[in-house]
């Protein structure tokens, strides 16, 4: 079936170092993506978004890059800082017109900033 | 803040019983959708109501029921629960009408005894 993501991975940094999340989506007919961020005893929290007509966006301090020829969608945090210490979701959205926000969730990864 | 509310925050209840999840969508939006988020199957789809209609369901079980209001507030209704319906129940809200971010509420923590 339709899948994105992989199983939970952790990636640890130390603070101001730069944070690379990566993400494998399997639906070719994906047309948006979207990074969000959850705390512990949180909601998800929207951080960036893409298109499938661009291939990178960015915002403060996040950048999303996409690839649609391998299906890799990737977030990068510049100068990480310990506030950024969250679980990170990749969703996609392959329901186009029918359902904006039908998203299927990566498992997500778990990001550990050390100061 | 989300403005996303969802209430309540915690709800403890025993295996067979009915509760009702409550949502109140961010101010102008007029989709709610419901997740469900466990241990083991991530966040999953739960339904989407737009403006009053359902728009999509995902893989929502028949003992769970929804309805989204005149005034826009969402409930989802769960019945005849079993200890695997613990989990946690987000709602999200959106304009619905394009790809636009869903925003989170802080989500219902369910416990099935």
Same mark, same amino acid.
């Given at each position: 079936? /339709?899948?994105?993501?992989?199983?939970? +991975?952790?990636?640890?940094?130390? /603070?101001?170092?730069?944070?690379? $999340?990566?993400?494998?989506?399997?639906?070719?007919?994906?047309? %948006?993506? $979207?990074?969000?961020?959850?705390?512990?005893?949180?909601? +998800?929290?929207?951080?960036?978004? $893409?298109?499938?007509?661009?291939?990178?966006? &960015?915002?403060?301090?996040?950048?999303?890059?996409?690839?649609? #020829?391998?299906?890799?969608?990737?977030?990068? $945090?510049?100068?990480?800082? +310990?506030?950024?210490?969250?679980? %990170?979701?990749?969703?996609? *959205?392959?329901?186009?017109?029918?359902? %904006?926000?039908?998203?299927?969730?990566?498992?997500?990864?778990?990001?550990?900033?050390?100061? | 803040?989300?403005?996303?509310?969802?209430?309540?925050?915690?709800?403890?209840?025993? #295996?067979?019983?009915?509760? #009702?999840?409550?949502?109140?969508?961010?101010?102008?939006?007029?989709?709610?959708?419901?997740?469900? &988020?466990?241990?083991?199957? =991530?966040?999953?789809?739960?339904?989407?109501? %737009? *403006? =009053?209609?359902?728009?999509?369901?995902?893989?929502?079980?028949?003992?769970?029921?929804?309805?989204?209001?005149?005034?826009?507030?969402?409930?989802? *209704?769960?019945?005849?629960?079993?200890?695997?319906?613990?989990?946690?129940?987000?709602?999200?809200?959106? +304009?619905?009408? @394009?790809?636009?971010?869903?925003?989170?509420?802080?989500?219902?923590? @369910? #416990?099935?005894?």
């Amino acid at each position: 079936g /339709e899948s994105v993501g992989l199983h939970l +991975p952790t990636l640890s940094v130390q /603070e101001g170092d730069n944070s690379i $999340i990566n993400c494998a989506y399997s639906n070719s007919a994906s047309d %948006y993506f $979207i990074w969000y961020k959850q705390e512990s005893g949180k909601g +998800p929290q929207f951080i960036i978004d $893409i298109r499938s007509n661009m291939d990178k966006r &960015q915002g403060q301090r996040v950048t999303v890059l996409l690839n649609k #020829t391998v299906k890799h969608l990737s977030l990068q $945090i510049a100068a990480t800082q +310990p506030g950024d210490s969250a679980v %990170y979701f990749c969703a996609e *959205n392959s329901a186009g017109g029918t359902s %904006y926000g039908k998203l299927t969730f990566g498992q997500g990864t778990i990001l550990t900033v050390h100061p | 803040d989300s403005g996303v509310t969802q209430t309540p925050k915690h709800l403890i209840t025993a #295996t067979g019983q009915r509760v #009702t999840l409550r949502c109140s969508p961010r101010s102008g939006d007029l989709s709610v959708y419901w997740y469900q &988020q466990s241990l083991d199957q =991530g966040l999953q789809f739960l339904i989407q109501y %737009y *403006n =009053g209609e359902e728009r999509a369901k995902g893989n929502i079980l028949e003992r769970f029921s929804a309805q989204q209001f005149p005034d826009l507030h969402s409930e989802l *209704n769960l019945s005849s629960l079993e200890l695997g319906d613990s989990a946690l129940y987000f709602c999200a809200s959106s +304009p619905g009408n @394009l790809n636009s971010p869903l925003h989170f509420g802080n989500g219902t923590r @369910l #416990t099935v005894t």
